[in-house]
């Protein structure tokens, strides 16, 4: 699908629309060179703090490997670049700035010092306290709804490139945000509690506890507790929703469920209460995509073998085991499991424990030899050569890549 210039000017604006209902939009067009040819946003400074980051250049550089960007200044401001598709890259569209978090005034005051004179401080430190607050998963969907609107392509989020600066231009303190590679743990998170979604995987509690930080949305700008964890809520039933449309609930369940739950947290009245609404609805939507993955054409004692080894994948399994559970000699099970699932029921299980391994490597800090013990792999190395021979890289060369992304 390709839009005329004009016709993706109007998009554009529809997006910017429908994003400002929630927040700040500001949406801005370069071509090629660098030069602003549009912008929507009162502030031109921004433009300048833009510029004098490196990713500015690095958004320019990429022109002739266009895919949508993520770009992240040292100090919190986060663009998403999103280049026209062609035989040549005519122009390239810009949304935000937004920020990664709450930002200190030390870095607020490096961010505008010699670009903003004197007499536009005061509004401008203003208007910077009040951009959105978003986590970097949020605001790749933001880029991947641009991307859509200005290309008429669906992307996942793994097509977003991700840039962020090399070094830091003030000294550390020890009351300074996080640093980035924690922010991006937190995204990773978000990512496993998704997947885990996706694939109706009932044994999430383990990671929900672990992660559990992440569901009120404390990222999310707000001078009330409670607004702010409500806030944050929606957001994540939102990317709830969609995550499990992905694992195949019918998207008329899912918008249901989607709608009774933000009436459920409007109604809140504390954050603990809107927390155990986060929690509820997570696990309502797992076993709903799992309930509907179980919806194929297995025997029931197919599906309740299946259902067993997902939920006991730390424990010692055999076929002996699973067989005398449904009431099957271990022969006929294995027979019939190969016959339905096209796998026998050893390689189930070992690509049932790589999954959850994977959710573990990017979700967790525990050490892979705590995964492999936690999965019943025993050692290291036998969890190590399995996980290589199911993903084609080995776990710790997994959990460097997806942490680096």
């Known amino acids: 699908m390709r839009f005329t210039s004009a016709e993706i000017d109007e998009r554009l604006k529809t997006f910017s629309e429908l994003l400002s209902y929630n927040s700040v939009c500001f949406v801005w067009t370069y071509d090629t060179e660098g030069t602003l040819l549009s912008s929507n946003c009162p502030y031109p400074g921004l433009d300048l703090i833009f510029r004098n980051t490196d990713c500015f250049q690095f958004m320019i550089d990429q022109v002739q490997d266009p895919a949508p960007l993520m770009l992240s200044s040292n100090y919190g401001l986060v663009w998403g670049a999103v280049y026209e598709t062609g035989d040549e890259a005519k122009r390239i569209h810009v949304i935000g700035p937004v920020l990664s978090h709450e930002i200190s005034p030390a870095e607020m005051e490096h961010i505008i010092s010699g670009r903003i004179s004197m007499k536009w401080k005061p509004r401008f430190l203003e208007f910077m306290r009040a951009l959105p607050v978003l986590s970097p998963l949020m605001f790749i969907h933001r880029i991947m709804m641009m991307h859509h609107f200005i290309t008429g392509e669906k992307i996942a989020v793994s097509d977003v490139i991700m840039q962020k600066e090399k070094k830091k231009r003030w000294p550390k303190k020890s009351d300074e945000p996080k640093e980035y590679a924690d922010r991006i743990q937190v995204y990773m998170s978000e990512q496993s509690l998704l997947s885990m979604i996706r694939n109706g995987d009932l044994n999430y509690g383990s990671i929900i506890d672990k992660v559990s930080r992440?569901?009120?949305?404390?990222?999310?700008?707000?001078?009330?507790?409670?607004?702010?964890?409500?806030?944050?809520?929606?957001?994540?039933?939102?990317?709830?929703?969609?995550?499990?449309?992905?694992?195949?609930?019918?998207?008329?369940?899912?918008?249901?469920?989607?709608?009774?739950?933000?009436?459920?947290?409007?109604?809140?009245?504390?954050?603990?209460?809107?927390?155990?609404?986060?929690?509820?609805?997570?696990?309502?939507?797992?076993?709903?995509?799992?309930?509907?993955?179980?919806?194929?054409?297995?025997?029931?004692?197919?599906?309740?073998?299946?259902?067993?080894?997902?939920?006991?994948?730390?424990?010692?399994?055999?076929?002996?085991?699973?067989?005398?559970?449904?009431?099957?000699?271990?022969?006929?099970?294995?027979?019939?499991?190969?016959?339905?699932t096209g796998i026998s029921i050893d390689e189930y299980t070992r690509n049932a424990r790589v999954e959850r391994a994977k959710v573990l490597l990017v979700s967790t800090k525990d050490s892979i030899q705590d995964i492999a013990a936690a999965l019943g792999f025993g050692e290291r190395n036998y969890f190590a050569v399995t996980f290589k021979k199911v993903t084609g890289i080995p776990p710790a060369a997994y959990r460097k890549k997806h942490l680096k992304m």
């Open 214 to 340: 992440n569901l009120v949305g404390k990222d999310i700008l707000s001078s009330n507790a409670l607004q702010n964890a409500k806030l944050g809520q929606v957001q994540f039933i939102a990317l709830c929703t969609h995550a499990a449309i992905e694992g195949g609930l019918p998207a008329e369940t899912a918008y249901n469920r989607k709608d009774a739950y933000v009436q459920e947290v409007e109604r809140a009245q504390s954050v603990t209460e809107v927390s155990q609404i986060g929690r509820e609805l997570y696990a309502d939507f797992v076993q709903l995509v799992h309930k509907q993955k179980n919806s194929l054409p297995y025997s029931k004692p197919v599906r309740s073998t299946c259902d067993y080894i997902q939920n006991h994948l730390g424990d010692k399994l055999s076929t002996g085991l699973l067989a005398e559970r449904v009431g099957y000699a271990d022969y006929y099970l294995s027979r019939i499991f190969k016959k339905e």
